[in-house]
Structure formats: structure tokens, C-alpha cells
């Protein structure tokens, strides 16, 4: 395409052309013009069309990624973290789900899990799991609940399926050097808030990762003289080296807090996070299959996860009938199992004849009241005590299920 421009007109502009990617022009009255002048002009037309055509190109490009994104792609992607604990604790929890991720070659960053077959697994780092939840590029995701606070953000499109995975326990609270200085006798946010030295001028240093939840946190708690900064290496030098007055960081024990000589305060926990299920808005309702996914992955979770430190007790009992036998055993405050004991005859066969001598009972008691609840059996008659642990509870619907349908506006 080429533009002829006489030397000796006047250019004019028109924006509401519409059907061409080209400034359109007019002759208007004759000017003393240059040829330097023109070709400038010339050049600047061109760079106009160029980019029109530029944007235009971009904007199908666009409109076409996204499209691959939701519609296009067939497979339901779920994004585990690549390395460290939470990717052992997270591959082993679905195994005990019995979802099987097989990796050919542990260098692969995709697996598949062939009791999904319609769903691909992707190795990555759990801040980027959070990002690609928000992009599209994944599905579902099992990540911590403090990766997906900093990283989401707050947007809506993220919706947490299952909170709770009892894997990858933290809290993030605020810490810092106790034992002398000016900090020696704060016990409290408050307190920390309160004291006198944090001005505009010096304000209160805090050294951590979240660059995000940590001024939200102080905003939200009225600290108003406030500067955050990241620290290479451990943050828990920090303090000692000068370079800040406290950290917020995340801790799983308090060993780290004695080994440098910090403390935690009241009121300064920023959030307690362990491993949860996410998932995208976007995907849950535009992607065909996802939804479905989603609920075998929850129930199978669900039932794992409420079976985990459960004992199934079986004993014998003599009485003269089932109600007689029940109304002992509900009387221990132990022995209540999940809605009540089951109890059914055992057929003894004795000179010949079968009769009904005992009742068997079977509840479900927690690990931690295990040995109570064999002690309650025997007590009110209870003999030949099995006991053996539990590896699903299936429930009617998970409740989980609803709240996320909920969340759909389904």
C-alpha cells in the first residue's frame, strides 16, 4: 500500500472512519511546506497505520488465547507444588484417596491420574499455581492458604473448594527480638502500636515476604507508621542485624522463635494456612467436565480426610434384646460412635439349637478416645474388644459440595 501526498496541501485527520486501518486525508488550502516536512509526515502516517494493524493483530491474538484457554482445551488441569513437602504430602494424600498420579519421568512437570482420565497433572511452584489458577492456564490446584491470600489478592475468581487438607500447618505472625531494647516489654500489637517511637518520619521497620498481606494486615490493625522490605536469606536476622525492627514470616513450631532469640506477640498472628483445594471461577463453569471433577475429587477427599484417626470398635455384649443392650451402651458418654451404636444378634448354635445369647456392638470412636472407649465396652459388659482403623466415611453429600455450589449461584 502506498500514500501519495501532493507538496503543497494540507493534511487533515478524520477519526470516524471506521472501515479502513488508515487515517483518511483532504486537500485543504495550499501551505509553504518543505520536503523534509512532508516526508516527516509521511512517516508518522505510516507508524499510524502500522500500529493500527498492530493492535488489531493483538487483540485477535488475544481473543483467541482466551478462547484456547476456557473452550479449546479439552483436559481439566490440576496444579501440584513441584518440590519440597508439600508436594510429597500432596501426591501421598492423593494416594490415600486412591487418585494415583503417574509421572513417566520424574523430570516431566505433567503427569496424568487415570482414575481421571480426562485430567492432567502439572508440577509447579505454588505462587505460580495461584497465577496460572488466574490466567487459565490450570483448573484446580492444591496450594496453602497464605500463597493464595498473597498471590490472589483478594480477586473473586478463586474459590476455595476444601480449606482444610490437615497437611502444610503454619501461622504467620508478627516477631521480633524480646529480650532488650525497646521490645522487652511489648507483649501485644497493640502494645507494639502504641509506642511512641514509630513517627513519619522513623517508622516502624518490618522485614517479610508478604508484600501483600503484610501492609494489608497493619492497615487493617491501625499501624499507620509502617515500612516493609524483603530480606535476603533468613528473616530471622534481620532484627539482630539492624536492617529491621520485627518480621512477619511464617512458622510451623516455636523452635525457630527461641533459636534467635524472638517471641510472638498477642494479636499478631496475619493468618493461620495449611493446604486447600482451589479452583477457578471461570473454569468450574465454563469448562466442560470441570465441575464433575471437582466433585469426585471433593468426595474422595472428604471421605479420607474425615475417616483420618478413626477406629472402627466391635465388641460382644450379653443381653435379653437389642434395645436393653443399646441403652447400655449409649449410657457412656464415649460410646455415642457417628450417629449412634449399631447393634445386631449374634446366633449361637448350642445343643444343636441356634439361639440368641449376644449382641454384637459397632461404633466409631476417634484415636484419642480409643482406650477410653474399650474401657466403657468392657464396663458395662463388653468382651472379644476389635479394633481396626477406618479409611473412608462416606456421608449422604458432603457438605462442601453444597457451600460450593453455593458460591456458584447454583
Given at each position: 500500500?502506498?500514500?501519495?501526498?501532493?507538496?503543497?496541501?494540507?493534511?487533515?485527520?478524520?477519526?470516524?472512519?471506521?472501515?479502513?486501518?488508515?487515517?483518511?486525508?483532504?486537500?485543504?488550502?495550499?501551505?509553504?511546506?518543505?520536503?523534509?516536512?512532508?516526508?516527516?509526515?509521511?512517516?508518522?502516517?505510516?507508524?499510524?497505520?502500522?500500529?493500527?494493524?498492530?493492535?488489531?493483530?493483538?487483540?485477535?491474538?488475544?481473543?483467541?488465547?482466551?478462547?484456547?484457554?476456557?473452550?479449546?482445551?479439552?483436559?481439566i488441569r490440576l496444579g501440584l507444588p513441584s518440590k519440597g513437602r508439600m508436594?510429597?504430602?500432596?501426591?501421598?494424600?492423593?494416594?490415600?484417596?486412591?487418585?494415583?498420579?503417574?509421572?513417566?519421568?520424574?523430570?516431566?512437570?505433567?503427569?496424568?491420574?487415570?482414575?481421571?482420565?480426562?485430567?492432567?497433572?502439572?508440577?509447579?511452584?505454588?505462587?505460580?499455581?495461584?497465577?496460572?489458577?488466574?490466567?487459565?492456564?490450570?483448573?484446580?490446584?492444591?496450594?496453602?492458604?497464605?500463597?493464595?491470600?498473597?498471590?490472589?489478592?483478594?480477586?473473586?475468581?478463586?474459590?476455595?473448594?476444601?480449606?482444610?487438607?490437615?497437611?502444610?500447618?503454619?501461622?504467620?505472625?508478627?516477631?521480633?527480638?524480646?529480650?532488650?531494647?525497646?521490645?522487652?516489654?511489648?507483649?501485644?500489637?497493640?502494645?507494639?502500636?502504641?509506642?511512641?517511637?514509630?513517627?513519619?518520619?522513623?517508622?516502624?521497620?518490618?522485614?517479610?515476604?508478604?508484600?501483600?498481606?503484610?501492609?494489608?494486615?497493619?492497615?487493617?490493625?491501625?499501624?499507620?507508621?509502617?515500612?516493609?522490605?524483603?530480606?535476603?536469606?533468613?528473616?530471622?536476622?534481620?532484627?539482630?542485624?539492624?536492617?529491621?525492627?520485627?518480621?512477619?514470616?511464617?512458622?510451623?513450631?516455636?523452635?525457630?522463635?527461641?533459636?534467635?532469640?524472638?517471641?510472638?506477640?498477642?494479636?499478631?498472628?496475619?493468618?493461620?494456612?495449611?493446604?486447600?483445594?482451589?479452583?477457578?471461577?471461570?473454569?468450574?463453569?465454563?469448562?466442560?467436565?470441570?465441575l464433575e471433577t471437582v466433585h469426585e475429587i471433593l468426595e474422595r477427599l472428604?471421605?479420607?480426610?474425615?475417616?483420618?484417626?478413626?477406629?472402627?470398635?466391635?465388641?460382644?455384649?450379653?443381653?435379653?434384646?437389642?434395645?436393653?443392650?443399646?441403652?447400655?451402651?449409649?449410657?457412656?458418654?464415649?460410646?455415642?460412635?457417628?450417629?449412634?451404636?449399631?447393634?445386631?444378634?449374634?446366633?449361637?448354635?448350642?445343643?444343636?439349637?441356634?439361639?440368641?445369647?449376644?449382641?454384637?456392638?459397632?461404633?466409631?470412636?476417634?484415636?484419642?478416645?480409643?482406650?477410653?472407649?474399650?474401657?466403657?465396652?468392657?464396663?458395662?459388659?463388653?468382651?472379644?474388644?476389635?479394633?481396626?482403623?477406618?479409611?473412608?466415611?462416606?456421608?449422604?453429600?458432603?457438605?462442601?459440595?453444597?457451600?460450593?455450589?453455593?458460591?456458584?449461584?447454583?
Amino acid at each position: 500500500m502506498s500514500i501519495s501526498i501532493p507538496l503543497n496541501t494540507t493534511l487533515q485527520y478524520s477519526s470516524s472512519s471506521s472501515s479502513s486501518l488508515l487515517p483518511s486525508f483532504s486537500l485543504s488550502s495550499p501551505i509553504t511546506s518543505s520536503a523534509v516536512y512532508v516526508a516527516g509526515i509521511r512517516q508518522r502516517c505510516l507508524r499510524m497505520a502500522t500500529s493500527c494493524v498492530s493492535n488489531a493483530q493483538k487483540s485477535v491474538l488475544n481473543g483467541a488465547t482466551d478462547a484456547v484457554s476456557i473452550a479449546g482445551r479439552e483436559q481439566i488441569r490440576l496444579g501440584l507444588p513441584s518440590k519440597g513437602r508439600m508436594a510429597a504430602d500432596s501426591l501421598d494424600l492423593l494416594k490415600d484417596c486412591q487418585l494415583f498420579v503417574k509421572q513417566v519421568n520424574p523430570r516431566q512437570y505433567v503427569a496424568q491420574i487415570p482414575q481421571l482420565p480426562n485430567t492432567e497433572v502439572w508440577f509447579q511452584r505454588p505462587k505460580d499455581i495461584v497465577r496460572k489458577l488466574l490466567s487459565g492456564d490450570l483448573d484446580l490446584g492444591i496450594v496453602g492458604l497464605d500463597i493464595v491470600g498473597e498471590f490472589g489478592q483478594g480477586n473473586e475468581d478463586l474459590i476455595i473448594v476444601h480449606e482444610a487438607l490437615n497437611f502444610g500447618d503454619v501461622i504467620s505472625p508478627l516477631r521480633y527480638i524480646p529480650n532488650y531494647g525497646i521490645f522487652e516489654n511489648i507483649k501485644s500489637l497493640k502494645e507494639l502500636a502504641q509506642m511512641p517511637q514509630w513517627t513519619k518520619e522513623r517508622p516502624l521497620r518490618v522485614a517479610t515476604g508478604f508484600t501483600y498481606l503484610g501492609p494489608k494486615f497493619m492497615k487493617d490493625n491501625g499501624i499507620k507508621h509502617v515500612t516493609f522490605s524483603t530480606a535476603d536469606g533468613a528473616l530471622e536476622a534481620a532484627p539482630a542485624m539492624g536492617i529491621a525492627d520485627a518480621i512477619l514470616d511464617l512458622v510451623s513450631s516455636g523452635t525457630t522463635l527461641k533459636e534467635n532469640n524472638l517471641k510472638e506477640i498477642e494479636g499478631g498472628v496475619v493468618l493461620e494456612s495449611q493446604a486447600a483445594l482451589v479452583a477457578s471461577r471461570r473454569a468450574l463453569t465454563e469448562r466442560k467436565g470441570a465441575l464433575e471433577t471437582v466433585h469426585e475429587i471433593l468426595e474422595r477427599l472428604e471421605a479420607h480426610l474425615k475417616a483420618n484417626g478413626q477406629f472402627t470398635v466391635v465388641a460382644n455384649m450379653r443381653g435379653t434384646d437389642a434395645e436393653e443392650v443399646a441403652e447400655r451402651v449409649k449410657s457412656q458418654p464415649s460410646l455415642s460412635g457417628l450417629q449412634g451404636p449399631t447393634i445386631s444378634p449374634v446366633y449361637c448354635k448350642r445343643d444343636g439349637k441356634v439361639s440368641i445369647e449376644y449382641y454384637a456392638i459397632v461404633i466409631c470412636v476417634p484415636k484419642k478416645a480409643l482406650y477410653e472407649s474399650v474401657q466403657q465396652l468392657r464396663a458395662v459388659g463388653g468382651s472379644g474388644v476389635l479394633v481396626s482403623p477406618l479409611t473412608y466415611i462416606f456421608d449422604e453429600e458432603t457438605p462442601r459440595w453444597s457451600q460450593l455450589l453455593s458460591k456458584l449461584g447454583m
